[in-house]
Structure formats: C-alpha cells, structure tokens
C-alpha cells in the first residue's frame, strides 16, 4: 500500500503536552478524533497521565472520587505477589481491574494539519461514577453546524459511551450513557439514512468473548436500538482476533466506507476497510482483503503498547484520507492513503 506518513511524526508526543496536574506526568497522547472547523483541524486528543512516584516500588492508580470531585491517589506496592503488573496498562488485584493512567480529552488546533497548537487543559475529564477511571477514545461526527463528540468513559462497574456536543471546541454539552457496558468504538455517520441516525458499536461478550461490530439505528443520537450484528474477526486473517469500527464513515460513490482496526493472535494492530451500502448500511457491500495501513515505523512498533495503529478520525479529502491516529499508544501520527489503493483492497 502507498501509504505516505508525515516526514514530521510523531505530529504530537508526550514531551509536547502539558500535565493537567503539577504531581501528574504524561505518558501518552494518542487516538485522536478529528474535525474541520472553519479554516482550522481540530483534534481532540487522549491524553494519558499518571502521578509521579519516586518510589520505584509503588504505583499509583489515579482514580476520580465522585464524593471529592477530584482524582485521588491508589497505591499499589510492587513487593505484593497478590498485584498484577504484568500488562503496563492495568493493575490487578483480587480480580478487579484498575487502569495504571488516566485519560482526559484535550483539544488540539491547526491551519496547516501537522503543527498543533495544545491547549494546556483538559476539554472533557471524567466527571461522574461512570467516568471515574477516565474518558478515552473520542470520535467526532458533524451534524449541521454541530459536532456530536462520543467518547469512552471507564469505570469498575465497565466500559460505557457517552455523547457530549459543541459547536466551537470551546464549551461543550454532556448527554449521558448512550450505550450501555460493555460498549465501545462507537462511530455516529454523519447523516441520517431514510430519517434514522446510524452507528457502528462494539459489544463484548464476557460469556462467549465475542469482539465484532455490530449497527444500532436512533430517531435521536441517545436512544439507540434495533441492534444488527454486521461483522467479526475472520479465521487465518490479519483480523483474526478482534475488530471495531474505527473512524466515522464517509460516503463515497459506491456507498458507506469504514476504516476500521483489526487484531491478530500476536495483538497487533492494523487497519481495514469496509464498504456498506448507501441506503442499507446493515449490508455489506465489500471488505479488505488486507490492511490497508500496518505498523512499520520504529514509533509504531516501540511505545506503551507496541506493534498498533489505531484511528479513532480521518479527512477524506481531495480522493485522499488523510488519517490522524494512535502509534502503540504513545503518539500521534499522520498519514495520507488515497482512496483508490484502499478501494484495491475490497474484495468487489
């Protein structure tokens, strides 16, 4: 594939982002949401952080007290057989799973694409007691003049999604849980289709350890129903172990496209696409064959969790994608794909 990564990535590091908090450092700025608003690209970014230890045997595990309305501190001491560190973004113990970060959404601008301005503050942070290990994974979906933002909140009782909305990147509207745990990688199109809302969503089986996408439709963007298992993981593929919807669809001449992630037995992280029909998007018009975009550059392979490309937005602009995404959950990169080699791809 003629995938052309930006000469300039990572676009944006951790080094580049300010800590929301003195006693807070950055360990990961990655799976941005992407938009236009007048002549600038705005990104919405994950921004992970942790407090800072000098204890090399501790770890802390920021969490959001609801009854303080204020991250507070967990210790977990690394001596402790009965503490699970063995993934470096989760602690375990006793069977409950803690994150070892917690992210917030923070807004990034430019004229150009590429150079970033950071705002030094959080736009969304966990706010309630579904949000209390943070708010991750932002995509966005314009709509008229607004911009409906979904986005993953964490917390003990599982993974949720919320919708907030804005119409400046400024101010921002919070609508509460749209879908229920555990749900995630949830894509709104940027249309209705004969009169409905659609969107792309990722239920997981705890049972059956289902990882597929499925479509709900909304006569609203909160009440989601009707629910459409529309594809999962295929055998002696590069997406064998698990998929979700990625960014927000885009039309095209021969229908709906998704860019979605895939992932192998070994966790690794590629890009696909699927093609869905125009006025049917519960039918499947065509698929990948291949990744269309797969980590090779020394950034995607080496970083808090290695080996993945993962985009939560893209442009679709002048034939060309212009993809925005995570490298191994550390940076952001950019890169621009055009439209005919993904098309290559499908299996028409």
């Not at 499925?214 to 529309?230: F, K, Q, T, V, Y």
Request: a negative charge; charged letters at 20%.
């Amino acid at each position: 594939m003629k995938v052309l990564r930006s000469p300039h990535n990572p676009i944006i590091e951790p080094k580049d982002v300010k800590p929301s908090r003195q006693d807070f450092e950055v360990i990961g700025v990655f799976n941005p949401a992407v938009a236009r608003l007048a002549d600038e690209v705005i990104l919405l970014l994950r921004v992970a952080e942790r407090p800072v230890t000098t204890n090399p045997n501790l770890s802390l595990v920021p969490i959001y007290d609801v009854s303080k309305g204020d991250i507070v501190n967990k210790e977990f001491s690394k001596d402790d057989p009965d503490n699970d560190f063995s993934d470096p973004r989760f602690v375990i113990k006793a069977g409950q799973m803690y994150l070892s970060s917690i992210s917030h959404l923070r807004v990034a601008r430019s004229k150009d694409g590429v150079t970033f301005n950071i705002h030094d503050r959080p736009a969304l942070s966990g706010e309630n007691q579904y949000e209390t290990f943070g708010i991750e994974d932002a995509r966005i979906t314009a709509l008229d003049a607004t911009y409906y933002i979904d986005y993953v909140g964490v917390c003990p009782n599982g993974v949720t999604t919320c919708l907030a909305s804005t119409t400046d990147f400024s101010s921002f509207k919070r609508h509460g849980v749209i879908f229920c745990p555990d749900n995630k990688d949830v894509t709104i199109f940027p249309s209705t289709i004969n009169g409905k809302f659609y969107a792309l969503h990722r239920p997981t089986s705890a049972v059956f350890g289902k990882h597929e996408i499925w479509l709900a439709e909304s006569p609203d963007l909160i009440c989601w129903g009707n629910h459409r298992r529309l594809m999962g993981p295929r055998a002696d593929s590069w997406d064998t172990g698990k998929i979700g919807a990625g960014a927000v669809p885009f039309r095209i001449e021969a229908g709906w496209l998704e860019i979605y992630h895939g992932v192998n037995s070994e966790n690794r992280y590629c890009l696909g696409a699927v093609l869905l029909d125009a006025k049917q998007p519960w039918r499947i018009v065509a698929r990948s064959t291949t990744p269309i975009f797969e980590p090779q550059a020394d950034y995607e392979f080496n970083g808090l969790f290695p080996n993945v490309v993962f985009t939560c937005g893209l442009l679709y602009e002048q034939q060309k994608l212009k993809i925005y995404y995570g490298a191994a959950d550390t940076s952001v990169c950019y890169a621009e794909l055009p439209l005919q080699h993904v098309l290559d791809t499908l299996n028409l």
